[in-house]
């Protein structure tokens, strides 16, 4: 469940677009509440089966604050290190899911899958997010999967022509 507060909601919105994501949510028929204090939102999210979820915020509060130390298994947050403290508060339950991975298989420049050694496996070619391409900063997913997809289709034509060449 993603649990925010006003600075998070308005922090989120595209502006320009006129889009808020809460409101967008509920449009499209997800659970969604908002609610003017901790406490009205944990009873509304109790019944979605949700337990202790004022407690976890003011936890929470508690560490981005500097008020507690992390405890075992915690981290120092390096991002979005402030306390949830502007009703009003909002709940929306999503679903995490992998946008792209940060792995995959290595490739040369015409997607061939290379073994441990760095050279071509015969026959096996890899395109889009199977393919290692970046290793920290996410380039996009969609041109990635475009420019391979298509440069293995190429390879593959290429192999068929040699094959008949060669016979
Ligand atoms: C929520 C979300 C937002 C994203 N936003 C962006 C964005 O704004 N910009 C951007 O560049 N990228 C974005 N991405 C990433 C991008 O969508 C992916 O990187 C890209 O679609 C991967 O393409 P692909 O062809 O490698 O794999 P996929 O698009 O996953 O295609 C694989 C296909 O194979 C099919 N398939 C799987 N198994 C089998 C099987 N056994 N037999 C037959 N078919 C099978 C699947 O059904 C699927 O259609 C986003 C991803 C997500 C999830």
Redesign the pocket.
Known sequence: MLVGDERVRAAGMQVNDGLDRVEEAARDGGRVVTAGSLRELGHAVAEWGYQRVPHAIEDFNELVAGRRKPRDGEHDRMYNASPLVDPPYFAVEVQP?I??PFAGLRVDARTRVLDDSGSPIEGLLA????VHAFDSVYG????L?LTT?RRAGRTTLESATSTVHAH
């Not at 996009?140 to 041109?143: F, K, S, V």
């Open positions: 899911g946008t792209f395109a889009g997010v199977d996009g997913g969609l041109g999967s997809g």
